[in-house]
């Protein structure tokens, strides 16, 4: 009776069945609902274009309304499996009263958001790359352009360019310029804060993201990283290369995403205001495709046919128990779905006395000087709603380098679903294949890159970066002393575990599971990229703990 079996029926394909079972029968493993959810329907889709050579069948799938099952599948009962974070649970709190401890115990650990005020108050960047401006009437912090100009002119950026303000479909087009053309350029002329209304809609807005400022001014001294978000293997490891500012006008955004290999991320306005999206990371399954294959472009894309789990994410439904019918529906779809989430609610009514009044995406604005902590796993979306510039960082350490290894296991298994793909793994011939040229033939001749091919080079670039951090931060705790690690040795996680002792024992598991993938020749190059000496990392983190 499991839904995913019934979209074969038409087709009478006893292989695939008996696949799908297999893979149902998994879910006794230990891995959360909603990724056994979307793994399973990604090899629903999978089978259906027979491992995407063919995806003229999903035509034929979706005219004869095949899709409805997984609809049913995915989010029958994601209500009462979870109960998800709402905006009354996301606090802000004073950055000049919060202690590290408490910022550990109560939002790294449990890897809850948190919007922290107080902490740019030094900063340079405050100070020098901020203006006061009178705009109608009205005076307001603004970007310091000209000092921006003057002392960064010369720096490389990427610039993204809008086709209009606020989410789109349209995917942003990328390009390199200075700080200086920027500024010149592509600033004033499509400035929506001094634009009259009347011809804002058409403007083309750019956005300066990614600029890595750290690495091209180390000596420009423009903030202070807080002690919340010090322990940073991600950047200690990589030279400071996540280190970013941004800076766009009104009405630039940032599409739905999670951030690189499932890090942190904290966020700072210098000057602006910003409105976020964040989804816990349970109801992430509301995001994707009903095939679990691409995340939607932003929460309020309308395609709810393809994407029925959006209308879950960013509206609400309230169930009315006197008369046990639909109040309001926050899906719209098919009318088959409406009938079936109209039977669902007199189901769950009957059932429970349980009021469903949910809002999943957390909706927050943020403020000049405040700062964002975004969790591991939270998807979210990003809105300029003022000329803004602003201070990123991503950053990874042992409460959440679990999350990134967990994301390169599940990209491991789905590449490895053909024996051809896992083949080249372990023929060494990955980065050879998936060079720039194009994917080389036994004749030596290229041919297409299909994304399969891009897919394992970033597995091979993922796993590369987390050996790098894994690596260097285990080195590095191995040869510190006793007074240096006093601090971290004071406190304490749930587990009872200093922080030494706990990144230690996050870090084992990583490097036992990259040993057993060299083991059976599946690291994606990872050994002809870095000196990669895992046995002896081993041992020693071994030794340490027992120490």
Known sequence: NEPPLRIFQSRRNTTSIHHCCVLLRQRVIDAPLDRRKLDICNEVHNIITDQGTNVQNLAEFLLENRDFCLNFFLFEDLEKEYHDVGEKEFVRVDGDELRYAAFVHDFMEVNKPVMITNLTKEWNARKHWTKTKTLRGHKKIVPNLNYLKLKFGKCEVEVYRQDQPGFSSVKSRKSAMSVEDYVDDYWEQNNLEEADSSSSSSLELNYLKDWKFVVQNPRYDAYTCPEFFRDDWLNFSMKSAYKFVYLGPKGTITGLHADVLSSYSWSANVTGRKRWYLIPP???????????????????????????????????????????????????????????????????MQNSSIILDRKHAIEIIQEVGETIFVPSGWYHQVENLEDTLSINHNWINGFNIKWSWDRIRRELNRYASSSTRIAAAKEHKTLEMLSDGGLMNGNGNAKKKTADDSKGKSISDDLLLLWLMVSAKAIDIVNTTKEKDSIDQMIRTKDGFSIIDFNLRAILPILEGIQDLIARDEDFGLRSRCECNVDELQQLVKEKIDH
């Open 282 to 348: 349970h109801f992430t399954l509301c995001l994707y495709d009903i095939f679990g294959t691409r995340i939607a472009p932003h929460l309020h894309y309308d395609c709810d046919h393809l994407y029925p789990g959006l209308a879950i994410a960013r509206k609400s439904s309230k169930l009315c128990r006197s008369n046990f019918r639909l109040v309001s529906i926050s899906w719209n779809s098919s009318m088959k779905l409406r009938a079936f989430l109209r039977c669902r609610a007199l189901r769950t």
